[in-house]
């Protein structure tokens, strides 16, 4: 699976929309891009994932560069509750594992 | 619906004890994953079940841990001659194939595992 690249740590405003991004540039035609959260305390939550077509559903969008090689997780109207390590990982989709790197501390505040 | 259970949620033993952890994952859900986090760490891949076999447990640090899901549901996560190294939350997680792909991971709570 390509290793994906993302900032240790991002500050948003309540209300304003958070953008994590994430560097894929070994990521090959076939593997998937997968954004998973984590609550403090609680277990890994999936919130999107796409291949090469931006993705939206009721938690965020995902944007996907054509080139495949970075790709941009938004929130569109962070709030506090969104305060959370999010992952970006990269894998095929037959297969089963997930491979976390060290992922974004997203801090929303008020 | 109920999602994937662990027990215990929080387990302290002492170094060189067995120990036992429990996942019950969503019903119906095929695929059962085992994965671990150290502290301020990511979650780190164990082993990954497909109904009762295990299909990947490149994972494992060592031959003192093991899985099994015997009848394609519960799994336990089994660990022989602790070490205070094992210290970590254990997380379960679970899935079910669409169009022919596992995309999203539902996770348990997971399981705090204190070796002292």
């Known amino acids: 699976d390509a290793k994906t690249t993302q900032p240790t740590s991002m500050d948003c405003a309540e209300g304003r929309a958070a953008n994590l991004p994430c560097n894929h540039s070994?990521?090959?035609?076939?593997?998937?891009v997968y954004w998973y959260r984590q609550i403090h305390s609680q277990g890994p939550q999936y919130i999107i994932h796409?291949?090469?077509n931006n993705e939206t559903n009721e938690m965020a969008s995902l944007i996907i560069t054509e080139d495949r090689k970075s790709s941009t997780l938004i929130l569109p109207h962070a709030t506090l509750r969104d305060t959370a390590v999010y992952y970006c990982i990269v894998r095929l989709g037959y297969t089963g594992k997930l491979i976390f790197g060290q992922g974004t501390t997203l801090q929303v505040k008020p | 619906g109920a999602g994937v259970s662990q027990t215990p949620s929080n387990k302290v033993t002492e170094k060189g004890k067995y120990v036992e952890l429990r996942c019950d994952p969503i019903s119906g859900h095929t695929a059962l994953y085992w994965y671990r986090q150290s502290l301020g760490q990511g979650p780190e891949f164990l082993i990954y079940f497909q109904g009762t076999g295990a299909a990947d447990d490149s994972g494992l640090p060592n031959d003192r841990f093991f899985a099994v899901r015997p009848e394609g549901s519960v799994s336990t996560l089994k660990i022989q001659r602790t070490e205070r190294g094992d210290s970590a939350v254990y997380l379960c997680?679970?899935?079910?194939?669409?169009?022919?792909?596992?995309?999203?991971?539902?996770f348990g709570p997971g399981t705090r595992l204190t070796v002292l």
């Open positions: 070994t990521i090959s035609g076939n593997e998937y």
């Open positions: 997680a679970s899935s079910r194939k669409v169009a022919g792909s596992y995309n999203e991971q539902f």
């Open positions: 796409g291949l090469k």
